[in-house]
């Protein structure tokens, strides 16, 4: 079967010749602007490591709802912790999706400045490894991020280094998401409606079951079908707004399996790289042109991140 997105090799950006990493660059790129996806292997993220964090968030979907629910903590916007089944939903939609997910982010000093942006990460007394695992999977995809978002710089004519300080102790989220058995015929909801991220970039290492589709020009839904130790890497809105639409965040959703396939729970990982609340997203002076006339007002990634979690149903 013909892959839906292009596939690069990370490897040959950190440690190949200058024509090596050129060609990344450049491959990187036009994946970005053509598709707004691509396949990553030589990712850099370890394999046991994605196990162990499959493992434990199995053991934490498992556990029993009102078990679940203790993590589920008022005020925090989902941004940590626990959300249960259906309270997320697409912004053009008020049907849940049919999902419930676990949130990991940022830490950062007690005497850090903005110490009150980044509230504790929330511990599992029942499955005790389960937020120390995705810590040190939130760092390896971090540092992966980074370097995909280092190309990104130089194919848009930046300085390699221009969203290093952005990203550092950034507002970035590792996401666990358990779509459970289907068991009764859906009032509407998809396990994902269609959707775009809101971040810079995302990253997502393999699921445990299929139904990723992104919806292509020609607005065809294509089935994305990772390859063994492959991540699938999309643009996030922010990056499309950065970018005054040169780079495009492809609308995505998660379908529900075949009805015989119905008892098959499916389990997720993404990471969804964000920068610092106070980056600037003004549209780059370069990419706006007479045929891509400034499409966007400018705002901070705060502000924006603000809006957007009010319109998907995690914030009031």
Not at 57 to 78: D, H, M, Q, R
Not at 139 to 148: C, D
Request: glycine share 6%; charged share 25%.
């Amino acid at each position: 079967m013909a892959r839906a997105i292009p596939l690069v090799d990370l490897k040959k950006f950190i440690a190949g010749s200058d024509a090596e990493k050129q060609a990344f660059v450049d491959e990187l790129g036009h994946a970005f602007h053509d598709f707004g996806f691509v396949g990553v292997i030589n990712h850099g993220i370890a394999k046991e490591l994605v196990s162990r964090y499959y493992a434990e968030s199995k053991a934490f979907f498992s556990l029993p709802v009102e078990v679940k629910s203790n993590y589920e903590i008022e005020g925090l916007a989902g941004q940590r912790g626990y959300t249960s089944f259906g309270k997320e939903h697409a912004k053009q939609s008020n049907v849940g999706d049919l999902k419930e997910f676990f949130q990991l982010g940022q830490e950062v000093p007690a005497d850090h400045s903005q110490k009150e942006e980044y509230p504790d990460n929330i511990h599992v007394a029942e499955v005790p490894d389960f937020t120390n695992t995705g810590i040190e999977l939130y760092k390896a995809f971090e540092s992966s991020g980074a370097s995909l978002l280092r190309a990104i710089a130089i194919y848009l004519n930046l300085k390699p280094d221009y969203f290093a300080d952005k990203i550092e102790s950034g507002n970035s989220i590792l996401r666990a998401i358990h779509y459970p058995p289907i068991t009764q015929e859906p009032k509407s909801a998809l396990r994902s409606e269609q959707h775009e991220d809101i971040n810079l970039i995302t990253l997502l290492v393999g699921a445990s079951a299929g139904g990723l589709q992104i919806l292509d020009a020609k607005n065809q839904w294509l089935d994305i079908v990772p390859g063994e130790d492959e991540i699938v890497v999309n643009v996030g809105d922010m990056l499309q707004r950065l970018t005054n639409n040169y780079l495009i965040s492809t609308t995505h959703r998660v379908v529900n399996p075949p009805k015989d396939e119905w008892h098959r729970p499916r389990l997720s990982i993404p990471f969804f790289l964000h920068p610092k609340s106070d980056m600037d997203l003004t549209c780059l002076p370069d990419t706006v042109t007479a045929e891509r006339p400034l499409a966007y007002d400018s705002i901070t990634a705060g502000e924006y991140l603000n809006e957007r979690l009010k319109e998907i149903g995690l914030k009031k």
